[in-house]
């Protein structure tokens, strides 16, 4: 019969490069646009109460269903992006001299740092599951943004959050700006 899996974890770690400036506090390091190469963990679990009947598969949820359209966004968007926070002028830069690459920007509100991008990583993913593996849902999103710094959020933490990073989060597609149309990026 049905087995109860919904506090099992299936873990997915992808590795992507990635450039960013902070530009909250003037006298940091962080102004400077630079880089990092990181890696994103996601621990995935059934829906509460959710039962599954493993028959002779022995599991829940086949792996590459579970993470195919979420590895498919962090290669193919994430990847590369230059992570901006929403009033950084050197938007208007891209806009008016290279418009072909706001495709490539990352923006949310405010300083895009290593847990504000994790929020609306955590978002994205949720949204990518809602619609492609609605059975699952993303409890855990970390982020190692160097071998000695990580942010970690759990489903507790955005629980209860209220901070709208920016309404690309929160669909389910290959966006990772609200700078072109919502029609303009491809769905997963």
């Not at 992006?81 to 290279?98: T, V």
């Not at 059975?135 to 933490?157: K, Y």
Request: proline share 5%; hydrophobic share 40%.
């Amino acid at each position: 019969g049905p087995h109860r899996v919904s506090s099992m974890l299936i873990q997915f770690k992808r590795r992507f490069s990635m450039a960013h400036r902070l530009r909250f506090d003037r006298d940091s390091k962080c102004a400077t646009p630079h880089g990092h190469n990181e890696f994103v963990c996601v621990d995935l679990q059934a829906r509460a109460g959710k039962a599954f009947d493993w028959g002779g598969a022995n599991y829940a949820e086949n792996f590459s269903n579970l993470k195919r359209q979420w590895h498919r966004f962090v290669d193919v968007s994430l990847d590369h992006a230059f992570q901006l926070g929403h009033d950084d002028p050197m938007i208007g830069y891209f806009r008016e001299h290279e418009p072909e690459i706001l495709p490539r920007l990352l923006v949310i509100q405010g300083d895009p740092t290593t847990e504000a991008v994790a929020a609306a990583l955590y978002m994205k993913l949720n949204a990518i599951m809602a619609v492609h593996v609605p059975d699952f849902e993303c409890v855990r999103l970390e982020i190692e943004e160097t071998p000695t710094n990580s942010v970690i959020l759990t489903h507790a933490d955005l629980a209860g959050c209220t901070v709208r990073l920016g309404e690309w989060c929160h669909r389910a597609d290959m966006s990772l700006n609200d700078l072109l149309p919502a029609g303009h990026w491809e769905a997963l």
